[in-house]
């Protein structure tokens, strides 16, 4: 069996650390997968890759916008013609590789998976729907990574048949369970936030900030990622004398040890898919404090705290309530540990297989 993935390029994201932690698994479990870039810029994510010799396809470098040129289109072609099955990951790579299909003829199995509750494409239904409808059919199976994501791609498509599927995401459990706390000895009574996430318009690092200013000045935060917000959250930073509270880490690898020796993992965004980093949180047995939005509701909710969108009052109270009650604290960090068991990457290579297979007929 031969499967290709294919996205739009390997920035950071939770869609490309999916891609970065499962391809070297499939390939472990005997299936044949390589990987197509958009866009190949040679990120920490590609290297890792590259490392571990899997096969990468890329079409340009450079500049990101690029990927939305559909000429990209007929040098998709040549690649369906190589392999049975096509995952694809992303808009616009999305509608590429449907409008490839059509135009070859090509016989080859598509399958989509489906990232997020919320786009440009769905807010705008009235303009989208017809193409969208059109553009999904082309494809053999819809997943989505949970069923939130599931609900609203199908009232978005209005369609209800037997193309979707909700394989929720997984990380690798024991590289995070097992990582040591390297930080608490120098702490000197230093509380310590962090969010892992890319600086974009569906993360809301903003809201983070403002609630420093309702915690005490021993409370300081980690912000670990990159994108086009961060330059505006460090200016928020500024405005609000937060400079020796707040840290911007950049791009990291040492993300397991980086969450393990913080104290309470926070994922605020706007919008949400999944939140792969709140399980990446809730794995090293940190509690982990959530936007009370779709995605995130259904995977923190009922073992980490929710907290109202963009409401820094409410989400500096839940901080400080887990920090003034170590046996609640010690509860969330328990219900947290639990719940990450559920999200093992191999439960969701296990899915995908035998999804790869019923498609097939093998």
């Given at each position: 069996m031969r499967v290709l993935q294919i996205t739009n390029s390997l920035h950071t994201g939770g869609t490309e650390k999916l891609l970065v932690d499962s391809i070297p698994i499939f390939r472990q479990r005997g299936i044949d997968v390589d990987l197509l870039l958009l866009n190949?810029?040679?990120?920490?994510?590609?290297?890792?890759?590259?490392?571990?010799?899997?096969?990468?396809?890329?079409?340009?470098?450079?500049?990101?916008?690029?990927?939305?040129?559909?000429?990209?289109?007929?040098?998709?072609?040549?690649?369906?013609?190589?392999?049975?099955?096509?995952?694809?990951?992303?808009?616009?790579?999305?509608?590429?590789?449907?409008?490839?299909?059509?135009?070859?003829?090509?016989?080859?199995?598509?399958?989509?998976?489906?990232?997020?509750?919320n786009n440009r494409r769905i807010n705008q239904k009235?303009?989208?729907?017809?193409?969208?409808?059109?553009?999904?059919?082309?494809?053999?199976r819809i997943i989505s990574i949970t069923s939130d994501v599931d609900a609203n791609i199908k009232k978005h498509l209005s369609a209800r048949n037997n193309k979707?599927?909700?394989?929720?995401?997984?990380?690798?459990?024991?590289?995070?369970?097992?990582?040591?706390?390297?930080?608490?000895?120098?702490?000197?009574?230093?509380?310590?936030?962090?969010?892992?996430?890319?600086?974009?318009?569906?993360?809301?690092?903003?809201?983070?900030?403002?609630?420093?200013?309702?915690?005490?000045?021993?409370?300081?935060?980690?912000?670990?990622?990159?994108?086009?917000?961060?330059?505006?959250?460090?200016?928020?930073?500024?405005?609000?004398?937060?400079?020796?509270?707040?840290?911007?880490?950049?791009?990291?690898?040492?993300?397991?040890?980086?969450?393990?020796?913080?104290?309470?993992?926070?994922?605020s965004s706007n919008w949400e898919g999944f939140g792969l980093t709140a399980v990446e949180g809730m794995a090293v047995c940190k509690p982990v404090v959530a936007s009370d939005v779709p995605g995130l509701r259904e995977v923190v909710g009922g073992a980490g705290i929710l907290f109202e969108k963009g409401n820094e009052k409410d989400l500096a109270e839940k901080i400080m309530l887990l920090l003034s009650n170590q046996e609640l604290y010690n509860k969330v960090s328990y219900a947290c540990f639990e719940r990450a068991k559920q999200y093992d990457i191999n439960i969701m290579i296990d899915k995908y297989i035998e999804l790869y297979k019923k498609i097939l007929d093998i």
């Open positions: 190949g810029d040679e990120t920490p994510f590609y290297k890792q890759l590259k490392d571990k010799n899997i096969t990468i396809y890329n079409f340009t470098k450079g500049d990101i916008k690029k990927i939305y040129n559909p000429f990209l289109i007929f040098r998709i072609i040549p690649y369906l013609k190589k392999y049975n099955i096509i995952q694809v990951h992303l808009f616009p790579v999305l509608y590429w590789v449907a409008l490839a299909k059509f135009l070859s003829m090509s016989k080859v199995k598509l399958v989509f998976t489906e990232h997020s509750t009235r303009i989208w729907r017809f193409f969208d409808k059109l553009i999904y059919g082309e494809y053999d979707f599927q909700v394989i929720n995401n997984g990380i690798n459990l024991s590289q995070y369970s097992n990582t040591l706390d390297t930080n608490k000895n120098g702490k000197n009574n230093i509380i310590t936030l962090i969010q892992v996430a890319g600086f974009r318009l569906e993360k809301d690092q903003a809201t983070v900030i403002r609630a420093l200013k309702y915690l005490s000045r021993n409370i300081c935060l980690l912000l670990v990622g990159d994108g086009i917000t961060r330059s505006k959250c460090e200016q928020l930073t500024n405005e609000f004398r937060l400079l020796d509270r707040v840290s911007f880490l950049g791009i990291r690898a040492d993300i397991p040890q980086l969450l393990k020796s913080s104290d309470i993992a926070i994922i």
